[in-house]
């Protein structure tokens, strides 16, 4: 059974930085990909970042130039680093294993104007 932990989230200023991680455990755990999203009250979960098994990284505009998906060295460790932060960043922040469709409980991000 593969499990996500997301940790890393707290409160920030505009313009401020976090660092997210998402711990991967289980025996039956594969490196394919990885991914984040976020939700924010009120609205849809949206996708904010992707690596694939090549490394290959993509994002979306809203984000593009201000985050930064990778993988830890022992393969069981994705990173978010986020920059420039604004309040419409706000939101609990999962991370996705999609190939073993598996979510993360989410951790929260507050950025404050």
């Known amino acids: 059974q593969v499990q996500l932990v997301e940790s890393g989230g707290g409160l920030v200023q505009t313009g401020g930085s976090l660092r997210l991680s998402c711990t991967i455990s289980?025996?039956?755990?594969?490196?394919?990909?990885a991914a984040w999203h976020r939700q924010a009250p009120g609205k849809q979960r949206e996708w904010v970042a992707l690596?694939?098994?090549?490394?290959?990284?993509n994002y979306p505009q809203a984000v593009k130039g201000r985050f930064a998906i990778s993988r830890g060295s022992n393969n069981n460790t994705v990173y978010l680093q986020m920059n420039d932060l604004t309040p419409e960043d706000s939101g609990v922040y999962y991370c996705?294993?999609?190939?073993?469709?598996?979510w993360g409980q989410g951790t929260q991000v507050t950025v404050s104007s």
């Open positions: 690596i694939a098994q090549s490394g290959f990284t």
């Open positions: 289980g025996n039956t755990w594969e490196w394919k990909s």
């Open positions: 996705q294993a999609p190939a073993h469709g598996i």
